[in-house]
């Protein structure tokens, strides 16, 4: 079945700054790659996600890339603030499964 | 437009005892997922449901847990006897079923932090 590995577990930055967090996955078959936010005590919400057929998305201050040849896709915040703090989860899925992988979470903390 | 709805919220059980946990999906929404989540871990799937249908239940234990999506009505997820390693926040989403994409956005519901004493 799918793996899927998330890093880091916990990631501190400064207001202002950029945050990465980076996941990989086992499955050639995978082709649909959500992100999800998890502010504490509340449910996941998705954020962005990205498909197969593309190497990149943006969404304002959030873009996602995909590298399908080294089974590995990004999450980047941009000019991060105190409200982008939560837990990301990564996930990744295929046509047949229906069923996202999902990666043990990355803690980010945006310090003011 | 609500979303996906789960009672209870918060549910206290004593070993042994029965847990009873129930997701009403999006309206539209025929695909039912459940999802463990253990404190500063991710989402471990369960069970994925379709109307009076089990489609995979490869995540959930063999034993004491069951779930169902009856064609009326919310899904429920079942757990018997109780014990304190089933502590865990259960969250339930759901999706559409749409034939001409490969790819069905999860909707999550607010879950239910299960606390068995």
């Known amino acids: 079945g799918e793996n899927v590995e998330q890093h880091p577990s916990t990631l501190s930055v400064q207001e202002g700054d950029s945050a990465v967090i980076k996941c990989t996955y086992s499955?050639?078959?995978?082709?649909?790659f959500p992100w999800y936010k998890q502010e504490l005590g509340k449910r996941p919400q998705l954020i962005i996600d990205?498909?197969?057929?593309?190497g990149e998305k943006k969404d304002q201050r959030i873009a996602v890339t995909l590298n399908k040849t080294a089974k590995h896709f990004s999450l980047h915040i941009t000019e991060t603030q105190p409200e982008d703090s939560a837990v990301y989860f990564c996930a990744a899925s295929n046509k047949g499964s229906y069923i996202p992988t999902f990666g043990r979470g990355t803690s980010l903390i945006v310090h003011p | 437009n609500a979303g996906v709805m789960q009672n209870p919220r918060h549910l206290v059980r004593r070993r042994g005892q029965e847990a009873r946990l129930r997701c009403s999906p999006m309206k539209g929404h025929s695909h039912v997922y459940w999802y463990r989540q253990l404190p500063e871990e991710g989402l471990k799937f369960m069970v994925y449901l379709q109307k009076e249908n089990i489609i995979d239940e490869s995540g959930m234990p063999k034993e004491r847990f069951s779930a169902e999506f009856p064609k009326e009505g919310p899904s429920i997820l079942r757990i018997q006897q109780v014990v304190r390693g089933d502590s865990a926040a259960y969250f339930c989403?759901?999706?559409?079923?749409?034939?001409?994409?490969?790819?069905?956005?999860?909707?999550f519901g607010p879950g239910t932090r299960l606390t068995v004493l």
């Open positions: 990205i498909r197969s057929n593309v």
């Open positions: 499955d050639s078959a995978s082709n649909y």
């Open positions: 989403a759901s999706s559409r079923f749409d034939t001409s994409s490969s790819y069905n956005e999860q909707f």
